[in-house]
T-cell receptor
């Protein structure tokens, strides 16, 4: 069963704009991760944020985590056409197994 | 550095046929996983192996078997394929300690069962 649910399901923007996608989850977590999947390819790990962290940056990516609202957001600044992909959040439940549970993903299209 | 390699990339089966999906990783990872991805469903865990010699069921194990042949290889077998098993299958691996949290994925096998 999906722990994380991404919103929106699909997002279409112009190159240079910022893209924001959200992930909500149901139970307490140890960490939350974001993965990217290009069409026809496997998932690639982008960033991991732990439950005691509120914000994390990696290049043009900014992830926030609000454990009180059980939600996270992924911001991609100054989007490029190459950012076109599906983005998945994955949560690792607190006290549970070490295996992350994936959401259904947000499909991002960046128009050149 | 190949990472996680899956074969085949594409396969078409008839209902009732059997096949084995192969997966190998060259990162000396302890843990390996098989997921299936269906439209609108995200990734669902079929089976996983925490270490060589151990395997455990995930969320959707029915109709599948797995073998952790050695530390590098983790295969997924469909004994009698059904149309409901039409999907894209991904193998993944992860390391140990905090490295276990980050999964590395293969490029997938697109399977159609007619």
């Amino acid at each position: 069963s999906q722990q994380g649910e991404e919103d929106p399901q699909a997002l279409s923007i112009q190159e240079g704009e910022n893209a924001t996608m959200n992930c909500s989850y149901k139970t307490s977590i140890n960490n939350l991760q974001w993965y990217r999947q290009n069409s026809g390819r496997g998932l690639v790990h982008l960033i991991l944020i732990r439950s005691n962290e509120r914000e994390k940056h990696s290049g043009r990516l900014r992830v926030t985590l609000d454990t009180s609202k059980k939600s996270s957001s992924l911001l991609i600044t100054a989007s490029r056409a190459a950012d076109t992909a599906s983005y998945f959040c994955a949560t690792l439940a607190e006290g549970g197994s070490y295996i992350p549970t994936f959401g259904r993903g947000t499909s991002l299209i960046v128009h050149p | 550095n190949a990472g996680v390699t899956q074969t085949p990339k594409f396969q078409v089966l008839k209902t009732g046929q059997s096949m084995t999906l192969q997966c190998a990783q060259d990162m000396n990872h302890n843990s390996m996983y098989w997921y299936r991805q269906d439209p609108g469903m995200g990734l669902r865990l079929i089976y996983y192996s925490a270490s060589e010699g151990t395997t455990d069921k995930g969320e959707v194990p029915n109709g599948y078997n797995v073998s952790r042949l050695n530390k590098r290889e983790f295969s997924l077998r469909l004994e009698s394929a059904a149309p409901s098993q039409t999907s894209v299958y991904f193998c993944a691996s992860s390391g140990s300690g905090t490295g276990r949290e980050k999964l590395f994925f293969g490029s997938g096998t697109q399977l159609s069962v007619l």
